[in-house]
């Protein structure tokens, strides 16, 4: 549990995946050669299962071997299933608005949608997929793997996807209602758990419904984030790699976390070896590792960076606190596009600085009575930020301003 990572990103879209005999080469022992210790890379669905039950990992071979035996890296691989194969007939089997509609978001160069989480076909062919990928990766690189990693929404992320059409922007849905997903599987899915909890059934929440309505809709999503994450953590361990998966999500909570379908990760997450959160640069760094350890104490953890920052004492810092408070990776994300080459030259001396406090910050101390969240009186809140704001002051004063660690539990105590 002790154990420090360190971990870049080469995402399979980005100009050093594309180019393995030379750009992915020059990036990664750079990576290395500043104080990198893993690579992070995804392995994307499509190109590894062309057709059903037929799998080609020439492409994955081919940049694994160069990370993990020319460099001697650690890996973690990135199951992605974002960019599932053409052949599993996506839209009916994709996330839908509340008239039906199918959810798609646009992104770069393609537009996404999401795979419903409550289609048995969906969680029975991503269980393929992981295993027979898991299977042939630990074969040729088991010992360099540090962690498998789920990712099914569009940001790369293990979520119960929220459904704005842009990052952080509630702007199609202001009353945070809509929270997908309505699609024939959700519908039947939530009615048969209603059923199984002994509840009245009902439709999928409307925005006027009562607030209990709605706490209900989102146990519900919860429990369906579990049954995904419980499905392939053991198609993960029964391929060879027990205590290797890993779940991300998009922060430990902010005024997305309730679309998000993350607020009670104590409870999904069960099943998972890895918990990692992805926060802003201006997010309490402190109170996103304490809820780590309030909610997951026995889990393997780690808190994301996105790109470069516009102050740059702001990454070193997020290092410090990530480290200080016990976490075991700190990783980067998206810095591999057009400019990756440019950034690690530009933020050596940070980088550098950051694999010092890898191998030699202290975890501070502890306090032993933990703080306690209800989940159920944030869903009850519809997540209002000012829940959120009066949480962290709590904490922050309790923690004595982030300089002790103090657990924060978020207590799982939905209901139907």
């Excluded at 299962?49 to 994955?60: L, V, Y």
């Excluded at 501070?364 to 809140?381: C, W």
Aim: charged share 30%.
């Amino acid at each position: 549990m002790n154990q420090r990572y360190f971990a870049n990103l080469i995402w399979s879209w980005s100009p050093p995946a594309e180019d393995p005999d030379s750009l992915l080469k020059e990036y990664v022992q750079r990576c290395k050669d500043i104080g990198f210790d893993t690579i992070r890379i995804d392995i994307p669905w499509d190109n590894t299962e062309p057709s059903k039950g037929s799998f080609d990992f020439s492409w994955t071979d081919k940049r694994l071997r160069l990370i993990a035996r020319e460099a001697d890296m650690n890996l973690v691989v990135i199951l992605n299933s974002r960019d599932h194969p053409e052949w599993l007939g996506a839209d009916r089997l994709l996330m839908k608005w509340a008239d039906g509609s199918v959810f798609r978001r646009p992104m770069g160069r393609r537009s996404y949608g999401v795979l419903s989480l409550n289609s048995d076909e969906v969680r029975d062919a991503t269980a393929s997929f992981y295993a027979a990928s898991v299977r042939h990766i630990e074969k040729e690189y088991g010992d360099k793997v540090v962690a498998y990693s789920s990712a099914w929404t569009p940001e790369m992320e293990s979520e119960y996807f929220h459904g704005t059409k842009a990052f952080f922007s509630p702007d199609d849905d202001p009353m945070n209602s809509r929270y997908l997903d309505h699609s024939d599987f959700a519908k039947s899915g939530y009615k048969d758990w209603l059923a199984e909890h002994g509840a009245l059934l009902e439709d999928i929440p409307r925005p006027e419904d009562s607030d209990e309505k709605f706490a209900r809709w989102c146990a519900f999503r919860e429990w369906t984030l579990k049954r995904m994450f419980d499905t392939l953590s053991a198609a993960v361990a029964d391929a060879g790699a027990p205590g290797k998966y890993k779940v991300q999500f998009g922060s430990v909570w902010d005024k997305m976390s309730g679309r998000r379908g993350s607020i009670g990760f104590g409870y999904s997450t069960e099943s998972a070896a890895w918990v990692v959160v992805d926060d802003s640069y201006h997010y309490d760094h402190c109170f996103s590792a304490d809820v780590l350890w309030g909610t997951v104490p026995d889990k393997l953890k780690a808190n994301e960076v996105g790109g470069p920052p516009k102050v740059r004492e702001e990454l070193v810092q997020f290092a410090r606190e990530t480290y200080q408070h016990g976490l075991n990776m700190f990783q980067f994300a998206n810095w591999c596009g057009a400019q990756g080459m440019d950034w690690l030259k530009e933020f050596e001396p940070e980088i550098r600085e950051i694999a010092r406090l890898r191998d030699e910050a202290e975890t501070l101390p502890r306090r032993d009575d933990p703080m306690t969240v209800s989940v159920r009186d944030l869903y009850l809140s519809r997540c209002d930020q000012n829940a959120l704001d009066q949480i962290i002051k709590q904490y922050r004063a309790g923690s004595q301003n982030g300089t002790l660690i103090w657990p924060v539990t978020f207590n799982f105590d939905l209901q139907a």
